[in-house]
């Protein structure tokens, strides 16, 4: 078991980490970073990447479990692959934002200003955000928050992937 948790979870890790890589480095690259589609992007990775939740709790069943899995041991594999696959993800970030891309989050804040200027706020509130934007670029130069920010970006993901995977492929008998 313990094999396929670990092989399954830096596969899926690999994969949303290259491609959160990918995706943010070109899009800073670029000098124009469409945030909105970052987003997506990144959400759309993350299911890419945890859908090797599913092969791999199917797999752990099939090939070693005699076609045979309990709900909580297909939920254990499941959840240890997202831990094993949220974590290089974060350390991925981690890297990334400290060393390759350090003003990020001052884009960001800059681009959200921006859009509730245009969306017509009022000076109140565009202070009021500007405080709460400035207030968090200065925390997420912790690493210590930066990357609990980042398991709580990705683990609910990987969460609802598992679930949904381990009441999907649990089986009581092989003939099921």
Known sequence: MTKNIIIYGLIAGIVVSFLMLFSVNLSNAAGHIDYDKGLLIGYASMLIAFSLVFVGIRNY????????????????IGIMIVLIAST???????IDYFFFIPDFLEKYSA???????????????????????????????????????TYV?????????????ALILKRKSAKN
């Open 88 to 94: 290089i993800y974060v350390v991925a970030w981690l």
């Open 153 to 165: 970006e990705i683990l609910p993901v990987g969460l609802v992937v598992t679930l949904i995977s």
């Open 61 to 76: 069943r099939d090939k070693y479990n005699e076609g045979i899995i309990s709900f909580g041991k297909a939920f254990k």
């Open 111 to 149: 681009h959200m200003i921006d859009k509730l200027k245009a969306s017509g706020a009022s000076q109140i509130e565009i202070d009021k955000q500007t405080k709460e934007m400035a207030s968090s670029v200065r925390i997420y130069k912790n690493p210590f928050f930066n990357a609990a920010m």
